[in-house]
């Protein structure tokens, strides 16, 4: 049950900055790894490597991590996954001096983002789960967007600094700054005072445990259609969100300002659309609100596929990113308030793993597609069935 108390603001407030300060240093030393080893080997096949291992362990790991989430303390299980991500990045920077061999560097560095992958996938379900200890459920909606706003704001500007620390560091100082932030998000958050978790009836196996989960969510329609549609949705945003700077060096020119100017409209549309269901909060029916997230981003899409003036495909791409925020947003709002308290990690766990599959199996399906096919007609056709998919929400 969520406290009713009056302080239930600063605690939430809080938590999403520990968490935020937790990401800010991750998505810097992801960035740094990508970067680093694309330059290091200019070896697509390196860096395909380091990009399957930042999601997959997530895929594996996430609904056992709902599991855990339901059956345990959340606090604690989130400050163990951070710090477990810590520890690995921390280590990595002691022993980084010590590898001269290239490859065995490599090595290294991949199988330090399998367990950060690992870690994440055990910390992410958790953390949704914790919203709705924290936060009445009539504030849900506004209190997701600014954690949207607040996560957009780490993603926009860790690029940025990793960016800096590689161009005046090394990846050392990168990896340096992850385990800094760590430490003060953890800190943080062992000062916020979670409420009274409402445990799960544990079985004798954890895996048995998974079979209730997904059998809870398969036999609800509501939360079976939610996650169905959100699968889809970041599946067919693929195109026109991660292939968005192959269309702009492809059309507009390849050149580091079109290309930083795509990013920033993304990131800057993201920020507003996490502020705006932030104020807003949506329409009294959520189903409303995401069809017609769902329809702004399907015609954005279409409209940055059809452009042919760079500076309306970066109108367009802002609007992209408030859409998306406001789908997201939604969706996540939508889940907290239709699974039972108990299964919250489970459901959540189900929607971390779809999003750590649904986005390389969409890279994979559209990237060689391509390269057979205008990205234009690609980007255009998903945007329809991004406004099908809308019309598809609408009907109960």
């Known amino acids: 049950m969520v406290e009713q108390q009056s302080n239930w603001r600063k605690r939430a407030i809080m938590f999403f900055t520990s968490q935020c300060i937790s990401l800010f240093g991750s998505q810097i030393v992801q960035m740094a790894i990508v970067w680093y080893v694309t330059l290091q080997t200019n070896s697509g096949l390196w860096v395909a490597a380091f990009s399957i291992c930042s999601y997959l362990p997530q895929f594996f790991v996430s609904f056992l991590g709902g599991v855990l989430a339901d059956r345990y303390n959340r606090k604690y299980l989130m400050i163990g996954a951070d710090t477990l991500i810590a520890a690995v990045t921390l280590l990595m920077l002691l022993i980084m001096p010590y590898i001269t061999a290239e490859p065995m560097l490599l090595t290294a560095l991949l199988i330090m983002s399998i367990v950060r992958s690992a870690g994440a996938g055990i910390q992410n379900p958790a953390v949704n789960a914790t919203v709705p200890q924290l936060v009445p459920e009539e504030h849900r909606m506004r209190y997701n967007g600014i954690n949207a706003a607040m996560q957009s704001v780490v993603q926009f500007a860790a690029p940025a600094v990793a960016a800096v620390v590689l161009s005046i560091n090394t990846l050392r100082s990168a ?37 209730i989960g997904t059998r809870y969510a398969y036999s609800h329609k509501s939360i079976r259609k939610t996650l169905t549609i959100y699968g889809l949705f970041v599946f067919f945003t693929v195109p026109a969100g991660y292939l968005s700077g192959l269309l702009v060096s492809r059309v507009y020119g390849d050149t580091y300002w079109y290309l930083t100017a795509a990013e920033l409209a ?50 367009f791409m802002g609007l992209y990113g408030i859409a998306l925020t406001a789908a997201q947003t939604t969706i996540t709002t939508m889940l907290q308030e239709e699974t039972e308290s108990t299964m919250q990690g489970r459901v959540f766990g189900l929607m971390s793993s779809l999003y750590s599959s649904c986005y390389p199996i969409g890279m994979l399906f559209f990237g060689p597609m391509a390269d057979q096919f205008p990205l234009q007609w690609i980007m255009i056709g998903s945007g329809m069935v991004l406004i099908i998919l809308a019309l598809i929400v609408r009907n109960p």
């Open 175 to 211: 990896l340096g700054i992850d385990a800094v932030t760590a430490l003060i998000g953890i800190g943080l958050f062992l000062c916020v005072r979670l409420p009274e978790q409402e445990r799960s009836k544990q079985t004798p196996s954890i895996f048995a445990d998974m079979g």
């Open 266 to 315: 993304g990131f800057g549309g993201m920020m507003l659309g996490g502020l705006l269901m932030s104020v807003w909060g949506g329409f009294k029916s959520h189903r409303l609100t995401l069809a017609i997230a769902l329809t702004l981003f399907g015609a954005m899409a279409i409209g940055m596929g059809g452009s042919t003036f760079f500076y309306l495909y970066l109108v």
